[in-house]
């Protein structure tokens, strides 16, 4: 299956001189994580949830102005100056498994569509594992998708606990090469934390920080994963399809399915996983013929 279906008539994007504001407020009404940065019509750039978290904290001007002066903001306040650039763009004629497969090698979970040089709409990863396990699934009769989760599911799992500081699962983050980590205390699950709590943190602590430096104060924010770890989880069981599991990655909108018995972590299933399986049961039915 091509990209063409995910080309829209009406894709939300941003300007290098448009404001922070205006990309948070983007993506809060729309519920989208990534935006496209256009001059003209070509992608120059991407600004995503994380870019903005660590950016700025996902705080508003008005939120970040010092002594009460509006001259005076705290943090970058244009899109250019944030923007991952230069952009990786893909050509609506990309079959869905290239696309996954990109994704899931540049850890990237968004890409532009364009056509000659003209942005013509954007997938998501979110996108891709719909076509086999959302509402309207239209590619969900392969097989291994009734596989149950343990077969693709981390089993090695990393975990961390409640009281350990953030720069500890700061540093995990970046020497593992992963997003999101179980917090467990003897085994049992407690929660999850991933690097866009932390990045949100980092980003809120930076700005706080420097508007308590100007008012002649100090700011202390949280110090712990417990401070900030998700409590209310969704997680999946040993029992669970491929296609389940996806499913509810797609529809609670989460990035990683802890897969728990009883109370104790098991393993855990990323995105990420998922677009290597939507690579691999793509790229074999382009390879019989049987993807239009």
Not at 38 to 50: L, P, T
Not at 91 to 120: F, K, N, Q, S, W
Not at 198 to 204: D, M, N, S
Request: with cysteine; charged share 25%.
């Amino acid at each position: 299956m091509q990209l063409s279906r995910f080309t829209k008539t009406k894709i939300h994007t941003l300007d290098p001189g448009d404001s922070l504001d205006k990309a948070i407020a983007l993506m809060e009404e729309h519920r989208i994580h990534h935006l496209p940065v256009v001059d003209g019509h070509r992608a120059v750039g991407m600004v995503s949830d994380r870019d903005l978290l660590i950016a700025v904290g996902w705080k508003l001007e008005v939120e970040r102005v010092v002594n009460g002066r509006r001259k005076n903001v705290v943090g970058p306040r244009r899109v250019r100056e944030i923007m991952a650039q230069p952009v990786i763009t893909i050509d609506p004629e990309t079959e869905v498994h290239t696309a996954a497969r990109l994704m899931a090698e540049a850890r990237i979970h968004a890409l532009p569509i364009e056509r000659r040089g003209v942005i013509v709409g954007v997938v998501s990863c979110s996108d891709l594992l719909g076509l086999f396990a959302g509402e309207n699934a239209t590619l969900a009769d392969d097989p291994r998708l009734d596989e149950p989760v343990t077969s693709r599911m981390h089993a090695s799992v990393h975990t961390i606990g409640p009281k350990e500081p953030l720069h500890v699962a700061s540093k995990m983050f970046h020497d593992l090469h992963i997003r999101h980590l179980p917090v467990a205390s003897d085994g049992v699950l407690m929660g999850v934390i991933s690097d866009r709590d932390v990045r949100r943190e980092c980003g809120a602590d930076g700005i706080e920080d420097e508007k308590a430096q100007a008012a002649g104060g100090y700011y202390i924010g949280a110090t712990c994963v417990m401070d900030i770890m998700s409590k209310h989880l969704v997680t999946g069981t040993e029992s669970m399809t491929l296609r389940e599991a996806m499913r509810l990655l797609v529809s609670k909108r989460i990035g990683c399915l802890p897969i728990v018995r009883d109370d104790s972590i098991l393993g855990i299933l990323t995105e990420t996983d998922c677009l290597r399986l939507v690579a691999m049961i793509d790229g074999d039915a382009c390879a019989s013929g049987m993807s239009d």
